[in-house]
């Protein structure tokens, strides 16, 4: 079978120069759109689900959320393992998956179960499904320096404003945002004026409740018209929870403002972030989804981070400190190198070792069309160019030359001994005579 595929090629040359042309175009092709990063990711199938329950201990959350969530999953096909971690308000749980079970098919079973569980957790559980990222999903880091903003400030121009824009941009998970203080409307109640006035706890918690919505009112017809109406009631300033009617006497009326203290607050935390030793910053943590081109990403980002710029407030600016793009260039080069010095080694040793240009040039050729196919092969399989990928292609030269310098040796020597013979018969069986060995 093998001699018959040389025979053609050595009575089709320009089939097969055509071929090594199509190669060529399609694993340059390849290459370009390959992804890259810096290590391939080799992370299992799991599905990360993140619980929040502010107030409730660990011993509590674990049994009110984290049990009863870790038993409803048991049931779903190819699980393989759970894991958890319970901490105060916080329950983190992993659900792994055998390899090869899709991860979205995976995420719909997990989600499914969730929502028969919501009705039996206690009031003021939240949370769900985490973004769909392995743990290399760290694509940039960023934090907000500068200026005369509060750390309050800061996190609320990150969460609001820098925040949904990066999310929005493709290959992005999610973005983390750690450090300053998340705002809150605090109403601080005086007992001593809701005991005078017959208020209790429950209905003040009642009547923010009932008055921090809007509502639909039906519509009115104006003769061809239709007009909408709808009541607006959402809070949006400390004065419109001021301003709010707890209790309606036919003496007048009780409004929070009455019986409590409205203010900005803030949300407990449970850690600091700073930057050199220097105050407080606030760091912003960019996640690439499962399977995206890390460089794209981040190029995608950093190009989007400059617009974000000129909207900052004067005096504020994004320091980048973490970038993946610096690491994926660095490890990516390093077995490029050594890729491009390997070849550039064989091709000198070939031509003073062969003594026949020719033949050296016949055998320097294999290398680069090898390597071509090879990232065409890999772009049809989803795989990545990393440090480990690039590495193997670069320790297989030495297997490729082996096999090309042994038939281009022979063919050459047993050539030179036929008294000029060139022809097509000749080629095959000098080319033969390697194969068979």
Not at 211 to 225: H, I
Not at 254 to 271: E, H, K, P, S, Y
Request: aromatic content about 4%; hydrophobic content about 50%; some cysteine.
């Amino acid at each position: 079978m093998l001699m018959k595929l040389v025979g053609l090629a050595l009575r089709q040359r320009l089939i097969v120069v055509l071929a090594t042309l199509g190669l060529v175009a399609w694993g340059v092709n390849a290459y370009r759109k390959l992804p890259i990063d810096a290590f391939p990711d080799v992370s299992p199938t799991q599905v990360l689900v993140a619980m929040q329950a502010p107030g409730l201990p660990p011993e509590e959350l674990e049994t009110q959320v984290t049990n009863p969530t870790e038993l409803a999953m048991k049931g779903i096909p190819n699980l393989a393992s759970i894991r958890s971690i319970t901490r105060y308000g916080t329950a983190l749980m992993t659900f792994e998956f055998t390899a090869g079970t899709d991860i979205y098919w995976a995420r719909t079973q997990v989600d499914q179960r969730l929502d028969d569980l919501e009705e039996q957790f206690p009031d003021g559980v939240s949370g769900g499904l985490a973004p769909v990222v392995t743990p290399l999903g760290e694509m940039l880091m960023f934090t907000l320096e500068g200026g005369s903003l509060s750390p309050m400030q800061r996190r609320t121009l990150m969460d609001w404003t820098i925040r949904p824009q990066l999310r929005g941009l493709p290959g992005v998970a999610d973005i983390n945002t750690l450090g300053g203080h998340v705002r809150t409307y605090e109403v601080a109640p005086d007992p001593a004026a809701m005991a005078a006035r017959g208020i209790t706890t429950a209905m003040l918690a009642e009547v923010l409740q009932q008055n921090n919505r809007n509502d639909g009112a039906g519509r009115v017809r104006d003769g061809e018209e239709a007009l909408l109406v709808r009541a607006e009631g959402r809070i949006r300033t400390l004065e419109d929870i001021r301003s709010i009617v707890v209790v309606a006497h036919p003496t007048g009326v009780v409004r929070i403002a009455d019986i409590a203290d409205v203010r900005f607050g803030a949300l407990a935390r449970n850690g600091v972030v700073t930057r050199n030793g220097d105050g407080e910053a606030v760091w912003g943590i960019v996640l690439g989804l499962r399977g995206a081109n890390a460089r794209t990403v981040v190029n995608g980002v950093t190009a989007k981070l400059e617009e974000i710029q000129k909207q900052l407030p004067e005096g504020m600016k994004i320091e980048v400190f973490y970038d993946r793009n610096d690491l994926i260039e660095k490890a990516v080069w390093t077995v490029q190198k050594v890729l491009l010095e390997a070849i550039a080694l064989v091709v000198v040793l070939l031509i003073l070792f062969l003594g026949n240009w020719r033949a050296a040039l016949v055998v320097s050729l294999s290398l680069p069309l090898a390597v071509l196919s090879t990232f065409g092969v890999m772009s049809l399989y989803g795989l990545s160019a990393n440090i480990m990928s690039l590495g193997g292609l670069a320790i297989a030269i030495g297997l490729l030359v082996d096999c090309a310098v042994v038939v281009v040796e022979n063919a050459a020597h047993r050539l030179a001994t036929m008294e000029g013979r060139t022809d097509i018969k000749a080629r095959l069986q000098a080319t033969g005579e390697a194969v068979r060995r």
